[in-house]
T-cell receptor, first 112, second 115 residues
Framework: KNEVEQSPQNLTAQEGEFITINCSYS?????LHWLQQHPGGGIVSLFM???GKKKHGRLIATINIQEKHSSLHITASHPRDSAVYIC??????????????FGKGTKLSVKP | DSGVTQTPKHLITATGQRVTLRCSPR?????VYWYQQSLDQGLQFLIQ???????AKGNILERFSAQQFPDLHSELNLSSLELGDSALYFC??????????????FGSGTRLTVV
């Protein structure tokens, strides 16, 4: 079983829809990251969370440390949101300062 | 432009060869991280350097090595290349020795194709 699980793997939405991507993890963490990867390949860091909720524009990320679960929400989705969204965690066990553990990603396609 | 520069963007080479990938971190960042993204394994952490010293090691093969120079740029050396080494190689940087406080900035990646 992967230490970081994302769902769904693929998601197709109509423009304007509210979108939720989920991430569950099984290790102790110091932080959780949401990343965005466009078809060109580059990775952009969207959020880093250790508790609670963060908002940036139409994107909202939440984390529940007790349940080891995080969600990424996109409000009023737009075709330019089409990308792969990757959840990654910074484990808090020793010697792992740089070690991000990644989920497999969620491929989002927003249709006009 | 994220501020993290990776060169080259694309690289095609033959099996058995050796290549060097280069990464310049964002100005002020002391840590450099290398990641490999392949179709079957997804993203995996390879190695981290902080201010010239190796800080953490992940799933890096013995045929691969890296270093960070005094000007803080880093190079990832891949030798005796195999078809399975074909992947996107990403570099990221952060201010401190961990990314726990400030997060990561990623480069645009180097796409390596081994033929």
């Amino acid at each position: 079983k992967n230490e970081v699980e994302q769902s769904p793997q693929n998601l197709t939405a109509q423009e304007g829809e509210f979108i939720t991507i989920n991430c569950s993890y099984s290790v102790g963490i110091s932080a959780l990251h949401w990343l965005q990867q466009h078809p060109g390949g580059g990775i952009v860091s969207l959020f880093m969370l250790s508790s609670g909720k963060k908002k940036h524009g139409r994107l909202i990320a939440t984390i529940n440390i007790q349940e080891k679960h995080s969600s990424l929400h996109i409000t009023a989705s737009h075709p330019r949101d089409s990308a792969v969204y990757i959840c990654a965690v910074s484990p808090n066990y020793g010697g792992s300062q740089g070690n991000l553990i990644f989920g497999k990603g969620t491929k989002l396609s927003v249709k006009p | 432009d994220s501020g993290v520069t990776q060169t080259p963007k694309h690289l095609i080479t033959a099996t058995g060869q050796r290549v060097t990938l280069r990464c310049s971190p964002r100005s002020g960042d002391l840590s450099v991280y290398w990641y490999q993204q392949s179709l079957d394994q997804g993203l995996q952490f390879l190695i981290q350097y902080y201010n010239g010293e190796e800080r953490a090691k992940g799933n890096i093969l013995e045929r691969f090595s890296a270093q960070q120079f005094p000007d803080l740029h880093s190079e990832l050396n891949l030798s005796s290349l195999e078809l399975g080494d074909s992947a996107l190689y990403f570099c990221a940087s952060s201010v401190g020795g961990t990314a726990r406080s400030y997060g990561y900035t990623f480069g645009s990646g180097t796409r390596l194709t081994v033929v």
